[in-house]
């Protein structure tokens, strides 16, 4: 059996998210589906981390064991024939047998974008969150700064039930690490970028909803630092549209390499 890691680039709109559900269209199931196709092999890739339906991807990461000895770069050309145009396989390289593209991600960086023309060409409309309210740009870029370092980000973690809780009674820990978070204007865009040790669920469309809030003057950027001191979703602003985001890059220390 050889190990791979491929990386991935997708338009997320048609799909129920990454992870395989029953009866519905996703990237994992969509993935696999092409994997055997072109191998006859039945595998479960599995992905740097889940995105959300409507989610996009510039840069996911997935790995899936094979028992065929095909070239990589015949796979790669195989694979994209197999897929549908909304998923491209960018790269495709054998992986060292311990390599799991989840399990050994060390950091993933997240790019939300806003629209800020006063008409969204259709071509762009399922890509960014059209959004023309006037913004406090100095404001935003500061508190996005303020979610810097090891937080308890439990305000901007999705408000599910389930994930409350992890095996018998084991609290899920909220507790991550952001190494970059800022604004940038990039013409008609207004881009947040947010490089991490890893992410809870909705937890950047959250970030991004909550700094939307502080253009707008609804919440105070000197507030951020309180409002992850709540460890409550409500003390947080609103979730931003699925859209908007996309999964820039996926790092590794060895880069999963035999």
Not at 46 to 67: C, E, K, N
Not at 68 to 88: E, H
Not at 94 to 119: L, S, V
Not at 225 to 245: E, H, K, N
Request: aromatic share 8%.
């Amino acid at each position: 059996m050889q190990n791979w890691k491929v990386t991935l680039s997708y338009d997320g709109t048609e799909f129920h998210g990454w992870q395989v559900q029953p009866e519905h269209a996703t990237v994992q199931g969509t993935l696999a589906e092409a994997i055997q196709h072109v191998t006859g092999e039945r595998v479960l890739p599995q992905g740097s981390g889940r995105t959300d339906a409507g989610v996009h991807a510039l840069g996911q990461v997935a790995s899936f064991a094979l028992a065929a000895p095909i070239p990589a770069a015949n796979l790669m050309r195989a694979l994209n024939r197999s897929l549908p145009p909304s998923v491209r396989v960018l790269a495709a390289h054998k992986a060292a047998p311990e390599f799991h593209a989840r399990h050994d991600a060390r950091a993933k960086t997240y790019e939300y974008r806003i629209y800020r023309g006063e008409i969204c060409p259709p071509w762009l409309a399922r890509y960014v969150y059209a959004l023309n309210w006037p913004l406090d740009f100095d404001a935003m870029q500061q508190a996005a700064q303020a979610v810097c370092g090891e937080h308890d980000f439990s305000s901007f973690a999705a408000s599910d039930p389930d994930l409350k809780t992890r095996g018998e009674g084991e609290p899920v820990c909220h507790v991550r690490t952001i190494f970059q978070s800022s604004w940038s204007r990039e013409g008609d865009l207004l881009v947040y970028r947010v490089r991490g040790s890893g992410f809870l669920h909705h937890m950047v469309r959250n970030l991004a909803g909550t700094f939307l809030d502080v253009g707008r003057g609804h919440i105070a950027a000197e507030a951020l630092p309180q409002v992850m001191a709540a460890r409550s979703r409500s003390a947080a602003g609103p979730t931003a549209p699925a859209r908007g985001l996309f999964l820039a890059s996926v790092e590794y220390d060895q880069e999963g390499q035999p």
